[in-house]
């Protein structure tokens, strides 16, 4: 069974610009989680959809936001660049049902902000 | 923020049992225990949970105290591959809340 694959794996932008990072979970996974990962706050959790519909969120500013699609698919946009958002974006994709909340996590999107 | 509590580091020999230590004290009855590693420059992995019972997969041993306020990771027979940022986690959704982990190093 495939994994959870992230496109692209790097970028590089501009403070103010925008990005769209995307996400494809295992097959059959209806849950995505996302989450960022720096050397200062380490691994923090900002979103997670399940079935199209946000289900639980993180404490980040409004400039990041999700979606899910109807294939389980999953994307990640954040607006107006800041260079704290350097970062690498990892998202994770679980069944969503309860009681059985692991989760399997991709390689993640390295995102400079320059 | 991170309701658990681990050692910052640790090394462990080659094909020695690597034992991990978590506290947990704050945990509620519907919370698991989840442990997860993260390999440099990968995406964490996930090892195993439980809820009060002991439990053993594959990969490794979770060895759960009666009152839950503790657990500890086995890993039966380290090897090099094992070196990673270890992490104990509690929660009962898909907001899982890391830590800063413990570093376990095996050496040779």
Same mark, same amino acid.
């Given at each position: 069974?495939?994994?959870?694959?992230?496109?692209?794996?790097?970028?590089?932008?501009?403070?103010?610009?925008?990005?769209?990072?995307?996400?494809?979970?295992?097959?059959?996974?209806?849950?995505?989680?996302?989450?960022?990962?720096?050397?200062?706050?380490?691994?923090?959790? /900002?979103?997670?959809?399940?079935?199209?519909?946000?289900?639980?969120?993180?404490?980040?500013?409004?400039?990041?936001?999700?979606?899910?699609?109807?294939?389980?698919?999953?994307?990640?946009?954040?607006?107006? /660049?800041?260079?704290?958002?350097?970062?690498?974006?990892?998202?994770?994709?679980? /069944?969503?049902?309860?009681?059985?909340?692991?989760?399997?996590?991709?390689?993640?999107?390295? /995102?400079?902000?320059? | 923020?991170?309701?658990?509590?681990?050692?910052?580091?640790?090394?462990?020999?080659?094909?020695?049992?690597?034992?991990?230590?978590?506290?947990?004290?704050?945990?509620?009855?519907?919370?698991?225990?989840?442990?997860?590693?993260?390999?440099?420059?990968?995406?964490?992995?996930?090892? !195993?949970?439980?809820?009060?019972?002991?439990?053993?997969?594959?990969?490794?041993?979770? !060895?759960?105290?009666?009152?839950?306020?503790?657990?500890?990771?086995?890993?039966?027979?380290?090897?090099?591959?094992?070196?990673?940022?270890?992490?104990?986690?509690?929660?009962?959704?898909?907001?899982?809340?890391?830590?800063?982990?413990?570093?376990?190093?095996?050496?040779?």
């Amino acid at each position: 069974k495939a994994g959870v694959t992230q496109t692209p794996r790097y970028l590089i932008k501009t403070r103010g610009q925008q990005v769209t990072l995307s996400c494809s979970p295992i097959s059959g996974h209806r849950s995505v989680s996302w989450y960022q990962q720096t050397p200062g706050q380490g691994l923090q959790f /900002l979103f997670e959809y399940f079935s199209e519909t946000q289900r639980n969120k993180g404490n980040f500013p409004g400039r990041f936001s999700g979606r899910q699609f109807s294939n389980s698919r999953s994307e990640m946009n954040v607006s107006t /660049l800041e260079l704290g958002d350097s970062a690498l974006y990892l998202c994770a994709s679980s /069944l969503g049902l309860a009681e059985s909340y692991e989760q399997y996590f991709g390689p993640g999107t390295r /995102l400079t902000v320059t | 923020d991170a309701k658990t509590t681990q050692p910052t580091s640790m090394d462990c020999a080659e094909g020695r049992a690597a034992n991990l230590p978590c506290n947990h004290s704050t945990i509620s009855g519907n919370e698991y225990v989840y442990w997860y590693r993260q390999i440099h420059s990968q995406g964490p992995q996930y090892i !195993i949970h439980g809820l009060k019972n002991n439990e053993t997969n594959e990969m490794a041993s979770l !060895i759960i105290t009666e009152d839950r306020k503790s657990s500890t990771l086995i890993l039966p027979h380290a090897t090099l591959r094992d070196t990673a940022v270890y992490y104990c986690i509690q929660g009962s959704d898909y907001k899982l809340s890391f830590g800063a982990g413990t570093t376990v190093t095996v050496r040779a």
